[in-house]
């Protein structure tokens, strides 16, 4: 091994993986670290959009489980209602073996993975341009870090990094074994729930022989979050033999303009608090500022940039204003629940708008134009239900 990495990546999960694949295809030296073993348990509902897919490698395949063409949804347990699409919305993976395949991948273009290896300290010498890393596997020094190891990124905090949030959530998933009805009845189509309590919304996601069920909330409404579960599987009549996993996990999301790099440091993915704030969803965005991350880290590394500012702007101009409008919406959906299931319901245009999002076609600016006439009132019409919200989650009792 080296004395001296070109670049070490903390973090095995898709922003890791990416990111290590990338400084090893461009023929730099990269150690993957992470603190579990692999391949491990890992909380997420594991469906994986059109927009996902397109930044995954070609190969992803092998690991996806089923494929789905229907969404379906209710509204406290009930108003049930379904929509499909001619092509797949949904391919549905489980996250040991999606994350352990993407490692894999970054092994194959020759990246080095340590697992079981746990960050004891991170600090950066700008006498030696590099960062000391101290390890349960000994200490190494690097050119540059990614910090890609989740919500609770030890990289961040040792650095002083994404301080602040801007409304963190917290979901509860499990890994469910049911019997054949069950598992029959759930196999074909992705449903989800909403309405319960505000913010609050459940999620079942097949997979070729259980599912995984969880439902998530704002984190100030955390100890609901059990309750629900239950009821949830209750009122969806999940008949459960084994309960593989039971874990709560948090959903980071950033507040815009936190800080993401250091002189020699980046963050990516949850670590970034690189979440959707309307559906919770990372794994695309985890890719994706994996490999922005890398790809910038690189440049530094040829002197093409003076620093690692690049990075800080691209996440500022090309996710933000899709955080900005999912948050908005989600407020919207908080103040407004029956009207906005029964706007999904009868809406093609708001459908369509789905089907665009979920497939890379469009942004969540198209929601907008699903909104008519209202388009024109948004930002008012926004800000109003932001404080609404906050109200209803501060005076929520279930």
Known sequence: MPKIWDAIVVGGGPAGSSAARVFAEKGLSVLLIDREKFPRIKPCAGGLTNKDLQALPECISRVIERQVKKLTFTR?????????????????????????????????????FNDNTKLIGLSENPEKN?????????KYNARVCIGADGPASQVSHALGLNKGHGGNGLALEAELYVDDNT???????????????PGGYGWIFPKSKHLSVGV??????????????HEFVEQMDINVKVVRSYRF?????????????????????????????????????????????????????????????EYQSAIESRFQPDFKTAADLRAMFNTFPRLCHTFAQKNQRAWEAVVKL?????????????????????????????????????????
């Open 130 to 138: 590099l960062v000391e890393m101290i390890t349960s596997a000994g």
């Open 249 to 309: 996990h948090s959903l980071p999301v950033r507040a815009a303009g936190s800080q993401l790099v250091s002189p020699r440091t980046l963050l990516a993915g949850d670590a970034a608090g690189l979440t959707d704030p309307l559906s919770g969803e990372g794994i695309y965005y985890a890719v994706k500022s994996g490999k922005l991350a890398a790809e910038t880290a690189i440049k530094f590394l040829d002197n093409k940039i003076p620093d690692l500012s």
């Open 76 to 112: 406290k347990f009930k108003d049930f209602f379904a929509k499909e699409s001619d092509d797949v919305l949904i391919s549905c993976v489980s996250r040991n073996m999606f994350d352990h395949f993407l490692v894999r991948e970054a092994e194959k273009a020759g990246a080095v």
């Open 183 to 197: 598992l029959d009845k759930y196999c074909n189509a992705v449903h989800m729930d909403a309405g319960t309590f």
């Open 358 to 398: 979920m497939d890379g076609r469009k942004p969540y600016a198209e929601f907008k134009k699903a909104l008519g006439a209202a388009k024109f009132t948004w930002p008012v019409i926004a800000e109003v239900c932001k404080l609404s919200e906050t109200w209803k989650v501060k005076r929520f009792k279930m």
């Open 216 to 229: 998530g909330g704002p984190a100030k409404l955390a100890k609901y979050l059990e309750q629900y579960f």
